[in-house]
T-cell receptor, first 113, second 115 residues
Framework: AQSVTQLGSHVSVSEGALVLLRCNYS??????LFWYVQYPNQGLQLLLK??????LVKGINGFEAEFKKSETSFHLTKPSAHMSDAAEYFC???????????FGTGTSLTVIP | DAMVIQNPRYQVTQFGKPVTLSCSQT?????MYWYQQKSSQAPKLLFH???????NEADTPDNFQSRRPNTSFCFLDIRSPGLGDAAMYLC??????????????FGPGTRLTVL
């Protein structure tokens, strides 16, 4: 069965510091991988996705993520946190590729001025 | 702009009083989803439609029903809301082609309060 693990339900970083949100998945085949962001009382917005090809994926708002098959990971990073990045972040997996989504439990990002 | 629209954004109902939430889309996507999201939790898929084919998740309570009268609209009916049904309800759409579901586009959600 597919599972998605997001390590750290709450992450705090200082404004301007590196953001690193972790996502690991369990899958026997490389899945499709997604990161979504959710601001308070809003729906989920797609940040980036990996399907095939280049393992380093760039998304909106300066975020990027790298698919590492050997580590079954798809961690989300941003070099310099901005106050507007404070939100809930969800990693999602689709396995087999193109099948239904499974969401992780989410990571709440706080940015400290 | 193409989008997913949910109305109302906030809905208050009474315990046991039926309520309907609506979702519409201008993306012309053939798949529509309903998720329930409780505070500080991940969205939980309730069901989805591929065109008019209805797909219910095994653990979705019978209290939750859905209708999709056409491509653009989808409704979530909660027949007898309980206090435990208070949550954010998210509608999403995607395309399904060539055996694959593509990324999902979400509406802003409807926050349901049950008194």
């Amino acid at each position: 069965a597919q599972s998605v693990t997001q390590l750290g339900s709450h992450v705090s970083v200082s404004e301007g510091a590196l953001v690193l949100l972790r996502c690991n998945y369990s899958s026997s085949v490389p899945p499709y991988l997604f990161w979504y962001v959710q601001y308070p009382n809003q729906g989920l917005q797609l940040l980036l996705k990996y399907t095939t090809g280049a393992t380093l994926v760039k998304g909106i708002n300066g975020f990027e993520a790298e698919f590492k098959k050997s580590e079954t990971s798809f961690h989300l990073t941003k070099p310099s946190a901005h106050m507007s990045d404070a939100a809930e972040y969800f990693c999602a997996v689709s396995e087999p590729p193109g099948n239904q989504f499974y969401f992780g439990t989410g990571t709440s990002l706080t940015v400290i001025p | 702009d193409a989008m997913v629209i949910q109305n109302p954004r906030y809905q208050v109902t009474q315990f046991g009083k039926p309520v309907t939430l609506s979702c519409s889309q201008t993306l012309n996507h053939n798949v529509m989803y309903w998720y329930q999201q409780k505070s500080s939790q991940a969205p939980k898929l309730l069901f989805h439609y591929y065109d008019k084919d209805f797909n219910n998740e095994a653990d979705t309570p019978d209290n939750f029903q859905s209708r999709r009268p056409n491509t653009s609209f989808c409704f979530l009916d909660i027949r007898s809301p309980g206090l435990g049904d208070a949550a954010m309800y998210l509608c999403a759409t995607s395309t399904y082609a060539g055996g694959s579901y593509n990324e999902q586009f979400f509406g802003p959600g409807t926050r349901l309060t049950v008194l």
